[in-house]
């Protein structure tokens, strides 16, 4: 079957799947007038509330105030392809204990997202199933071979599959083997962030959403100022990831991509029994990675494998990029190479979530600032929804002066590289993508 463009009128213009099935929201009313707080956070994502959590966890009696431009999950936290995974993209831990560090930490994540929907009986969409990292070249999957070896050294629980053990997992075709962990998770984030809010209210969080923030002045004092109000505390958290350069910070140093999502309508049961999806998700080893799983019910959602599925605007727009159907299209039909049985299945969902990319596809997690006082996170480049939430932790602890437990790890404080300014940065990102087919960008 030949592509299709996909802008129909049915489909709702960057509206994620994970929307379906949410009850009505009530947003917090916007800043008015003087706030004084203890600590203020710009950000309503996964980063924002995760650090409201754990500082007001370690501190209940501060005030914690937090803004958000628009609303709670508005950004990639409430827009994504919701896998919940292992590892920090792009960080290298030195030594084989170093990298075991880091699989424990976002292992920790994982663990702590779990307990935290259990514990608080949170209404979120939460399953603990697996990924595959699948290889569909043959020596691209003697490289993963080798890794899914070296892994299992640092005592890290992967496993190697072969081609038919792979599609007992998902029947995809063309994959030769896969890795495979069956401790990550997949997740209707917008649930997740929208329960959190309740329960950071109840905990007495000053939240401010429809507040865009207009200016930021630096000093022993922070003040943020937004529209029709200003907030003013002695510690500021930027707990905004790719839309940071647009508060003034890393402008050299991020750059806003913006990553196309799809989702299919519900399968029907004969197609779902054809491609025998018994995974939380998985991903390749194109370098434009592709990546999919599916919804609790039966919703295929899938991700990028081509360079029209990523986008970056002119000078690092973050507003929702322009129609795009030749994005939605080779979506589409990297989708359909790998799983035919969805030639005839509609799309009812498709949008774009912006990517904090930095230039070695390394995040970086520190404080900043003359005084110290302006903590952040940022350059998830794609590994968000388990970093976002292990960032609060990290960065509740940088604002109790407690720094010792993270020196050792390669993103604290780690000086990201620069990039060329504009008009050679949109230059050369659609050059070097066009010309190459690929990403810039290390692919371990």
């Given at each position: 079957m030949g592509l299709v463009h996909i802008s129909t009128p049915d489909l709702d213009e960057n509206r994620s799947v994970w929307t379906d099935r949410q009850p009505p929201y009530t947003p917090q009313a916007a800043l008015s007038g003087p706030v004084q707080a203890d600590i203020v956070i710009i950000g309503g994502g996964l980063t924002g509330l995760s650090t409201a959590w754990h500082v007001l966890e370690r501190f209940p009696d501060r005030k914690v105030a937090l803004v958000e431009g628009r609303t709670i999950g508005n950004g990639a936290s409430g827009r994504n392809g919701g896998m919940v995974l292992n590892w920090i993209y792009g960080i290298d831990g030195g030594s084989p204990e170093g990298n075991k560090?880091?699989?424990?930490?976002?292992r920790s994540g994982i663990d702590f997202i779990e307990a935290l929907i259990r514990d608080e009986r949170m209404p979120v969409r939460f399953s603990r199933d697996g990924h595959m990292e699948v290889f569909t070249r043959n020596h691209t999957a003697e490289e993963g071979h080798r890794w899914v070896e070296q892994r299992a050294s640092w005592g890290v629980p992967v496993r190697w599959l072969?081609?038919?053990?792979?599609?007992?997992?998902?029947?995809?075709?063309?994959?030769?083997?896969?890795?495979?962990?069956?401790?990550?998770?997949?997740?209707?984030?917008?649930?997740?962030?929208?329960?959190?809010?309740?329960?950071?209210?109840?905990?007495?969080?000053?939240?401010?959403?429809?507040?865009?923030?207009l200016k930021i002045e630096e000093g022993r004092n922070v003040v943020v100022t937004t529209a029709k109000g200003e907030i003013r505390a002695p510690a500021l958290v930027l707990a905004t990831n790719a839309y940071t350069p647009k508060l003034g910070y890393f402008r050299g140093q991020i750059a806003p991509i913006h990553s196309y999502v799809v989702a299919t309508e519900v399968?029907?049961?004969?197609?779902?029994?054809?491609?025998?999806?018994?995974?939380?998700?998985?991903?390749?080893?194109?370098?434009?990675?592709?990546?999919?799983?599916?919804?609790?019910?039966?919703?295929?959602?899938?991700?990028?494998?081509?360079n029209q599925s990523y986008a970056y605007l002119y000078g690092g727009g973050t507003a929702h990029p322009p129609e795009r159907p030749a994005a939605y299209d080779g979506i589409l039909a990297h989708l359909r190479r790998y799983l035919p049985a969805l030639a005839n299945t509609r799309l009812e969902h498709r949008w774009a979530g912006p990517v904090a990319l930095t230039l070695d596809r390394s995040p970086s997690i520190g404080v900043r600032g003359e005084h110290k006082n302006v903590y952040y996170s940022v350059g998830y480049c794609g590994h968000?929804?388990?970093?976002?939430?292990?960032?609060?932790?990290?960065?509740?602890?940088?604002?109790?002066?407690?720094?010792?437990?993270?020196r050792s790890f390669p993103f604290y404080n780690r000086r990201l590289p620069w990039m060329p300014g504009e008009p050679f940065r949109f230059l050369g990102y659609h050059a070097y993508t066009t010309l190459t087919g690929r990403s810039p960008r290390r692919y371990r």
């Open positions: 560090a880091i699989y424990d930490l976002t072969n081609a038919d053990e792979a599609r007992s997992k998902i029947q995809l075709e063309g994959v030769v083997g896969a890795l495979y962990e069956a401790d990550t998770a997949r997740i209707n984030s917008l649930d997740f962030v929208r329960a959190w809010r309740e329960l950071l209210l109840k905990r007495g969080l000053l939240l401010y959403e429809h507040s865009p923030v399968l029907p049961p004969e197609v779902r029994d054809q491609i025998g999806w018994n995974i939380g998700g998985f991903s390749d080893d194109y370098d434009r990675i592709a990546y999919g799983t599916i919804t609790r019910d039966g919703r295929v959602v899938f991700g990028g494998g081509a968000g929804i388990t970093l976002g939430t292990v960032a609060g932790r990290i960065l509740a602890d940088l604002y109790a002066d407690h720094h010792e437990p993270w």
